[in-house]
């Protein structure tokens, strides 16, 4: 018969043996001499699941130099009845992921199943309800399928998930307090959610709603007669683009004036009509008559003429016409003066060859000398000082014929 301390001994064991196999499955083996861990990483309360999935004391992981456990110890199982442990968290309501139990009911990371995270979005954030991912989303949004939207102010679903502004055609949609609105571009107006240009709409012409007849167009928002075929409307008028000078090929473009001539549209370009008895001679209106560089036709040019005189057009042709001063003697211009001095006592050749040199003598003063071309006076010339052709220096003057 086993003596009453073995017996002791037994007993610890067996009980030590009941609280181990009740942390463990039974795939553990429960012998103190292994010590083993459970499928899912579990030891009793004091020891720790090692690398080697072994079950060590907490201590002894710390310490590896700590010495065992005396024999009389409850560790040791010497005659102590050992107390029933608490078991750890156990995941039968859960699973192991990774090492750890987990709630996968609840558990963001692990909804449903180990590594099937949860995911939000920019305005909401994940959760795992009963195991399957929701979203939350963030005050002032509402979940609409898979994104948070303000239904405030949001055009892409204004009131509700599923109502989108329709798009504005000449401006902006916009939301407001869940109701779709519009901002028109520049020029156009509101009229019912609709942007229009009430200078031009004959259903909202001037103002929203008011509609001209079917006869009539609009036109700087007032309802006009429409034109006839080939007429357009400008400045509330109808005019013909392709003959009207003031609006000349579109609205507004008049033609510009031009001297000798009147504007016309033709063919809707911008033209020029030469005034009655001239001809258009490129860009300007010449009469042919009389115009000296355009002589009975455009670009013929009088040459120039003996001494004093110049040319002239005289009935489409060129012909001489002398100076100021100066009269026709047969074919020569002579000095009026000079002509009625020695009328009947020399012909015109003579007297032409006489005035160079005589004309200017007793006809203004006595000082007076015809000197290249000219009459001057030699008395007070600097270019002419005394004589023809005696120019006085820089800083002189001529006084009585001479250079002083």
């Not at 329709?166 to 107006?189: L, M, R, W």
């Not at 003959?243 to 009147?262: K, Q």
């Not at 016309?264 to 490129?282: E, I, W």
């Not at 020695?342 to 003063?365: E, F, H, K, S, V």
Request: include cysteine.
């Amino acid at each position: 018969m086993p003596a009453p301390t073995s017996v002791m001994r037994i007993a610890a064991w067996w009980v030590f043996a009941s609280v181990f196999a009740l942390a463990c499955d039974s795939s553990v083996d429960a012998s103190l001499e292994r010590k083993e861990c459970t499928r899912n990483g579990e030891c009793l309360p004091g020891w720790v699941c090692s690398e080697d999935q072994v079950c060590v004391r907490a201590s002894s992981r710390d310490d590896p130099q700590e010495p065992a456990p005396d024999a009389g110890s409850p560790e040791a199982g010497g005659g102590i009845t050992l107390p029933t442990p608490t078991s750890p968290a156990s995941c039968s309501e859960g699973m192991a992921c990774n090492g750890a139990c987990v709630d996968v009911t609840k558990d963001a990371d692990n909804c449903g199943a180990c590594g099937q995270r949860c995911t939000g979005n920019d305005n909401g954030r994940a959760v795992c309800t009963a195991g399957a991912c929701e979203i939350v989303c963030d005050v002032g949004y509402t979940r609409c399928g898979d994104g948070c939207y303000r239904l405030n102010d949001d055009p892409q679903h204004c009131g509700s998930c599923t109502f989108s502004c329709p798009a504005a055609q000449n401006g902006d949609v916009t939301c407001a307090e869940g109701i779709c609105s519009s901002t028109c571009n520049a020029g156009f107006a509101d009229c019912s959610g609709a942007c229009v240009r009430t200078a031009t709409d004959a259903r909202h012409c001037g103002a929203c709603g008011v509609a001209c007849p079917a006869d009539e167009q609009c036109a700087g928002g007032t309802c006009l007669k429409l034109c006839p075929a080939g007429s357009i409307e400008c400045s509330h008028s109808c005019v013909d683009p392709k003959t009207d000078v003031m609006n000349c090929g579109m609205c507004g473009n008049a033609c510009p004036a031009a001297t000798n001539a009147s504007p016309v549209c033709a063919a809707g370009a911008c033209a020029t009509q030469c005034n009655p008895g001239l001809s258009a001679c490129g860009s300007a209106c010449v009469d042919l008559q009389t115009d000296r560089m355009n002589c009975g036709t455009c670009g013929t040019t009088c040459p120039p003429t003996a001494s004093r005189s110049h040319p002239v057009c005289a009935a489409a042709s060129c012909k001489p016409e002398c100076d100021a001063g100066f009269v026709a003697c047969e074919d020569q211009c002579v000095s009026q003066l000079l002509l009625d001095q020695l009328m009947g006592r020399a012909t015109c050749a003579t007297i032409a060859m006489m005035q160079d040199r005589y004309m200017c003598q007793g006809m203004t003063n006595n000082n007076t000398t015809y000197c290249a071309g000219t009459c001057v006076n030699v008395t007070t010339n600097k270019q002419h000082c005394g004589r023809c052709g005696r120019v006085c220096e820089a800083g002189e003057s001529c006084f009585g014929g001479v250079c002083l």
